[in-house]
């Protein structure tokens, strides 16, 4: 129901835009985002938006280089990742819900109610 896309592998300093559709489902109301996993570590949160778009958070380590974003029209999601590094190098996760769910909750892994299938990012220095 999560369909992500856009994967590969970039330099460092390099970008990169991942997309997230839903079918099925349309996720009118929820709040969306990324996980990523990189390998021997647990998943962490990347990004969060709201259903309206006008709230947004960061995790810290990719603030003011990554940026969310959403059309709900078209049931898509959309990570532009600039300046990447080899430390996001990951398994990339698109997220959703569950519903009633508030954007904090939606920054821990326990508290997601969908997860998509993930792409893989890879980060050369």
């Known amino acids: 129901q999560l369909q992500a896309s856009g994967g590969g592998l970039v330099q460092a300093g390099g970008s990169l835009r991942l997309s997230c559709a839903a079918s099925?489902?349309?996720?009118?109301?929820?709040?969306m985002g990324w996980f990523r996993q990189a390998p021997g570590k647990e998943r962490e949160f990347v990004t969060v938006?709201?259903?309206?778009?006008?709230?947004?958070y960061y995790a810290d380590s990719v603030k003011g280089r990554f940026t969310i974003s959403r059309d709900n029209a078209k049931r898509t999601v959309t990570l532009q990742m600039d300046s990447l590094k080899p430390e996001d190098t990951a398994v990339y996760y698109c997220?959703?819900?569950?519903?009633?769910?508030?954007?904090?909750?939606?920054?821990?892994?326990?508290?997601?109610?969908?997860w998509g299938q993930g792409t893989q990012v890879t980060v050369s220095s």
């Open positions: 997220v959703a819900g569950p519903p009633g769910a508030s954007m904090m909750e939606l920054t821990t892994a326990t508290s997601v109610g969908y």
């Open positions: 938006i709201s259903w309206s778009g006008g709230s947004i």
């Open positions: 099925g489902r349309t996720f009118s109301g929820y709040p």
